[in-house]
Each structure stands twice: as structure tokens, then as C-alpha cells.
């Protein structure tokens, strides 16, 4: 048996499905019909780089070392088993962090691995690893081994990861040409991948994620121009079938899926009037150090934003305008200020690492603030109420301690306090400033991550079947019981192959 592991990011059954009974997707139709399907669950916030994380290490944030204390709002951990917490010393003794490709890699399967984000730099393994972004231009060697790069090269002379470098002046008067041109590269890469020797594969695709979150007006339209995207990804799916024997397994999921932006609420607009409010002499200021900085807290020029409005709206041609849209969106545009000063000036400060788009942001607490302050400010943002449709603008809000930088083996570096918000669905936490209200309408033509992913099992005589929610935590397990490698004792995901499978009621579809 062998394992072909497609990630698509941000793959969404409401658009996909009107495109499988319209009979324009047939090989993806095939999977999600003739095989087992299941709502994927992975931890929070629905961020590709922590999802995948957790999909190819089997472990939540904490445990792999990405974000210390963020297992308190892992929704994950409510369908397996908890692990007892485990040190540093001894976590690396066990080589408990250890990937998919090494536990296979150690047990003489041979693994190809290609486009997984957080892979910069490749790793030596018992196959083939290609980077996924975020990593630098393709010069700056992506391959392992390195001479596979000249025959990757001979088959794509101008392979790229994203649509930057070479593909910079098309990617700016089209977007979606270019999104179309990268995708056929992916299924030459991949027919590329299927010829060598393999027993795991695992190969994921961000097209669909950038197409998503720059058409989504006309995908839900189901425009002529952005369906063909989806006919692509349908006709590498079914280049990977027809490599496939019987015996063989093939897994396709998405980490997270997308959803429409009915409304806005502009968080750092918030965050200011607040601040405003807390450091007024009414208040009770709890730092001198806070009253200094806030004449400073919009951080952008109004006259810059005002600009960059003005060149969007009269000389942008519309996709470029598109494009500028959804970078303002998800905050690129806005100055992005080091979380230390910042704490040291204000006592809420928005981190650079929330993501609008992504549905979630990060909110940093300075270090004098007591617990009553943090509380009246979690329940001020849960009475912040959209005065329109009366959903709330934040979904759940989960506190967090996450190391400071700069600690030491001697000195360990100091916790600091933030909240993490999740958006109701359909809310964007916008970054903007400058608002006359903190409420306003949705934006038509972004789409934003939606946390529920989709997982479908097809081939190695599997019965047509539907599952209960899975976990993101259950595909490591699932891939070294098909291919007969011990699971090492510390990971708690469950078998989704067997007996054991966990079916839903009714299983059949």
C-alpha cells in the first residue's frame, strides 16, 4: 500500500458541490462520493501554518514548541485523548516533534514531500522535499536532495511558489491569470513527483486559497473565468487517480474552508477609542508610560490612508485594485510596530501577527495591567453587538501566555499576556483606522478562512461512508497504521481507518 496525502487550502464543499452536480468536477466528485468524508477540526486560530503543523506532526501548538500555553483553546483536544504535559529535555530525548516524513523516513519508507508550508529549509529525508512557503525565491535552494532541482527545472523552467519574481507583472495586471498559470504548473509537478519511487506523497496546494480570498464574488457568481480554476484542481486530481493502484490510499483534506464577509467591525478602531476611554483621568491611569503614548496609537497617517483610497478607487485598473483591496484587508498596508515598545506606550496593542482575512487577531496586554482590567475589557468586547443584523463581532476569546523574546538558558524570558479572538462568522476584524463607526458593511469580493476543514479517504477498499468530526491530530496515526509503522505511544489521534473508525449515524451517504 501506498499513501498520496492532497492538501488544497481552503477547499469549500458550498462552492465545490453546485460545480460536482453540474458535472464539471467529476475526479472530485469520485473521492468525496465513492469514499469516506468528514469534517476536519484543527486547532485555532485557522492559520494554514498552524493547521498543517498539527496535521503533519500529530501534536497540538504547545507541544510543538510553536506556542507555549495555546492547548487552553484547542478544540482538537475535546475528541482525543490529553497527553500529560512533557518538558523540553525530554520531548527532544523522544523525539516526540518529530514530522511524518522522519517517523517514516526511520522505518525505511521512502517519503516525497512538496509545497508543505513551514518547510524552509528542506530536511534531509528518505525521498524528495520541496519547500512550501513561507521560504525565498526558488535560487535560494528549496530541494532536498539538491540536484533534484535540475530535473525540477527541466520540466518547469520558471517554477516559483507563490506569484512573485517572475511572475510579478502579470500577478499585478491579473491575478487570476496567473493563479490559472501556477495551478497547471502544480499538476506538471506532480506527474513530475508520481514517476519516482514513493510510499508516502504528500503535496499541497495554496492556489485555491488565493483565488478565494480575491474572487470570491465571482466564485459564488460561478463565473466561466474563475470556474476553470476549479476544472484544473479537478483534472490534477484526477492525474493523481489514474497514478493510483487499488491498494493504494488517498487522502485529500483542507485545513480550513472559506465563508463570505457580511460585515465589518474595525477592531483597531476600537482599540483605540477604548484605550482612549481607559487612559482618561475618569478611568484612572495605571501608567504614566500609557498617557505618553497615546496621542500616538493610530499609527497611520490619516492623509496616507485617505491616498491610498483615492489611488485605488481613480487609478488602479480593477485588478490591481482587487489585489490592493485585499492586502489593505488583511492589514499588509497598515505599519506593523514591535510588540515590546509597543507594550511599553499602551496597554492594548493589536500584534502584528492577526490576520483579518484569516478570521482572528492577537491582542497584546501590558505587563501593569491587573486581571480587572482584562476582564472589563473581554466583556466589553463580547457586548460589541452589530447594531444591523445582531450577531456579535466577536465569535470566542481565549486568553494565552506566550513567551517573551530575549530569555536565556539562565534568565528564561518573561510570559506575557494576550488575548486571541476569533470572529463571529462572517465578521472581519478589520485593521483600519480612521472610521466614523466601528461598524460597517461586509466586503463582496474577499472571501475569509471559515475554521471547519474537510478530510475525504478514498481507495484501499474503503466503503462509501461519512464520519464523525475528525481531528487534525488523527492523520498521523491514520498514514503509519496504512503503512505498517509503529504510532509512536505519545500521539492521542485516532485510527480512521478499520473497525475503529469513528462513523457517523447513519454511515451511509
Not at 475526479?27 to 498539527?54: F, K, S
Not at 500555553?69 to 475535546?78: A, H, N, P
Not at 478611568?283 to 504614566?288: I, M, V
Not at 483591496?325 to 499588509?332: I, Q, V
Request: with cysteine.
Amino acid at each position: 500500500m501506498r499513501v498520496l496525502l492532497i492538501g488544497v487550502d481552503g477547499l469549500t464543499l458550498r462552492i465545490v458541490k453546485p460545480l460536482m452536480a453540474q458535472g464539471l468536477l467529476p475526479h472530485l466528485r469520485q473521492i468525496y462520493e465513492g469514499g469516506t468524508h468528514a469534517l476536519l477540526q484543527a486547532p485555532l486560530p485557522p492559520a494554514a501554518i498552524t493547521r498543517w503543523q498539527a496535521i503533519v506532526t500529530g501534536l497540538p501548538p504547545k507541544r510543538q514548541g510553536l506556542i507555549p500555553g495555546y492547548d487552553g483553546c484547542d478544540r482538537c483536544l475535546l475528541q482525543v485523548v490529553a497527553s500529560p504535559p512533557v518538558s523540553l529535555s525530554s520531548r527532544h530525548q523522544e523525539q516526540e516533534d518529530e514530522p511524518l516524513w522522519n517517523l517514516l523516513s526511520a522505518w525505511g519508507r521512502r517519503v516525497i514531500v512538496a509545497n508543505v508550508p513551514a518547510t524552509y529549509p528542506p530536511c534531509p529525508i528518505n525521498g524528495i522535499m520541496l519547500s512550501g512557503p513561507p521560504a525565498p525565491a526558488f535560487y535560494a535552494g528549496l530541494t532536498y536532495p539538491p540536484d533534484f532541482a535540475v530535473r525540477l527545472l527541466e520540466v518547469i523552467p520558471d517554477y516559483q511558489l507563490m506569484p512573485t519574481w517572475r511572475g510579478v507583472a502579470s500577478w499585478f495586471r491579473e491575478p487570476l491569470a496567473e493563479i490559472r498559470r501556477l495551478l497547471e504548473e502544480r499538476r506538471a509537478l506532480l506527474n513530475l513527483l508520481l514517476r519516482e519511487a514513493w510510499d508516502c506523497c504528500l503535496f499541497v496546494l495554496q492556489e485555491i486559497d488565493l483565488l478565494q480570498h480575491l474572487y470570491w464574488d465571482r466564485i459564488l457568481d460561478l463565473h466561466s473565468d474563475v470556474v476553470a480554476c476549479y476544472v484544473l484542481l479537478d483534472e490534477l486530481l484526477g492525474q493523481a487517480l489514474a497514478a493510483l493502484q487499488p491498494s493504494d490510499l488517498l487522502i485529500l483534506l483542507s485545513p480550513y474552508s472559506f465563508q463570505s464577509i457580511k460585515r465589518t467591525f474595525h477592531l483597531k478602531e476600537y482599540l483605540m477609542r477604548y484605550t482612549g476611554e481607559f487612559l482618561s483621568p475618569k478611568a484612572g491611569n495605571p501608567s504614566s508610560q500609557g498617557v505618553a503614548g497615546a496621542g500616538n496609537w493610530r499609527g497611520i497617517d490619516p492623509w496616507r490612508v485617505c491616498g491610498l483610497r483615492l489611488l485605488s478607487q481613480r487609478l488602479l485598473p480593477l485588478p490591481a485594485r482587487r489585489r490592493w483591496r485585499a492586502a489593505h484587508l488583511d492589514g499588509s498596508l497598515a505599519e506593523q510596530e514591535p510588540a515590546g515598545p509597543v507594550l511599553a506606550n499602551r496597554p492594548f496593542s493589536l500584534m502584528p501577527a492577526s490576520s483579518p482575512l484569516g478570521g482572528y487577531a492577537s491582542i497584546a496586554l501590558a505587563d501593569y495591567l491587573t486581571e480587572r482590567h482584562i476582564e472589563d475589557l473581554i466583556a466589553d468586547l463580547q457586548a460589541q453587538v452589530d447594531p444591523v443584523t445582531a450577531y456579535p463581532a466577536i465569535g470566542d476569546i481565549y486568553r494565552e501566555e506566550a513567551c517573551a523574546t530575549g530569555g536565556t538558558s539562565a534568565l528564561p524570558a518573561k510570559p506575557r499576556r494576550r488575548l486571541m479572538l476569533l470572529a463571529h462568522d462572517g465578521v472581519l476584524l478589520s485593521q483600519a483606522t480612521g472610521r466614523r463607526h466601528v461598524w460597517s458593511a461586509g466586503t463582496p469580493y474577499c472571501g475569509m478562512h471559515h475554521p471547519d476543514g474537510l478530510l475525504c479517504l478514498y481507495g484501499a477498499g474503503l466503503a462509501r461512508a461519512v464520519l464523525k468530526p475528525v481531528s487534525a491530530y488523527d492523520i498521523v496515526p491514520t498514514v503509519l497504521t496504512a503503512l505498517k509503522v509503529p504510532v509512536p505511544a505519545h500521539l492521542s489521534g485516532r485510527l480512521l481507518l478499520g473497525s475503529g473508525a469513528p462513523l457517523a449515524s447513519p454511515s451511509s451517504i
